[in-house]
């Protein structure tokens, strides 16, 4: 006998429910038929939450029994895992490294350069630094809101906030680029090393639990190796400039 689920979700011209598409796949990747219903109206949706004494949608019904919106779902099939919130939330960090580390060997690549090489380390360092400069540059007010909370330069000088992602944003085009070490090596040493005391006094001496806002101001990467990292690299990459000099 077929498993069915009656679903109920917002399908309307100006607005498509992303969680109620989420739950009909989910409850078709289960093995279950679904019973597709559409809120088409503000009204037909007021009416449904009322009716059953909900505040949102979508929601799904099995035999009979209301499961609830997508999260509801996702514990009743046994989705959810202890410490899966940890792991999402160094996903955007892995993401950009992985990126940074493919683009460095594509280049590599396309100009015959050795794939394990000096070059290879080079460019990943910078496509690293460029990239996540992109991701505080996205909504520099979010960003300077967690930087503040930890870096002692922007504690004391808050204007320092603001240009950071610029300046991590220089470092890593300029190194990319080959332009002349004294433009670029000096602000990747500077800012790499303010960070990683800032991040070293916060986490490892203060032991204050914060989130980290080299992806943005809006991640919940927690801050600790993966900042300390990413002030490391700087540090590395503004040392190994000054030697290719």
């Not at 598409?21 to 949706?45: I, M, N, P, Q, W």
């Not at 996205?138 to 610029?166: C, I, K, M």
Request: hydrophobic share 50%.
């Amino acid at each position: 006998m077929a498993k069915t689920a009656e679903l109920h979700r917002m399908v309307m011209e100006d607005h498509l429910c992303p969680f109620g598409l989420k739950s009909k796949a989910l409850l078709e990747r289960e093995g279950y038929e679904v019973e597709d219903h559409h809120l088409t109206t503000r009204e037909e949706t007021d009416a449904f939450q009322e009716k059953h004494q909900v505040d949102s949608t979508p929601q799904t019904f099995i035999d009979g029994t209301r499961i609830g919106g997508y999260d509801d779902l996702l514990a009743y099939f046994d989705k959810t895992q202890p410490g899966e919130e940890m792991a999402a939330s160094y996903r955007p960090v892995i993401a950009i490294f992985l990126i940074a580390l493919l683009m460095a060997l594509a280049v590599n690549w396309a100009t015959g350069t050795a794939l394990v090489s000096i070059p290879t380390v080079e460019r990943f360092v910078a496509f690293s630094m460029a990239l996540l400069a992109l991701q505080k540059l996205q909504d520099v007010e979010a960003f300077t809101n967690q930087f503040l909370g930890y870096d002692l330069l922007s504690q004391r000088w808050v204007r320092y906030a603001y240009l950071y992602p610029f300046a991590e944003a220089w470092a890593g085009i300029g190194m990319l680029a080959g332009i002349w070490a004294w433009l670029v090596a000096p602000i990747s040493l500077f800012i790499g090393t303010v960070g990683a005391v800032s991040v070293f006094k916060g986490v490892y001496i203060d032991k204050r639990e914060l989130k980290c806002a080299c992806v943005g101001g809006n991640s919940d990467v927690p801050l600790g190796f993966i900042s300390l990292t990413e002030n490391l690299f700087m540090i590395a990459a503004g040392v190994w400039m000054y030697v290719k000099m």
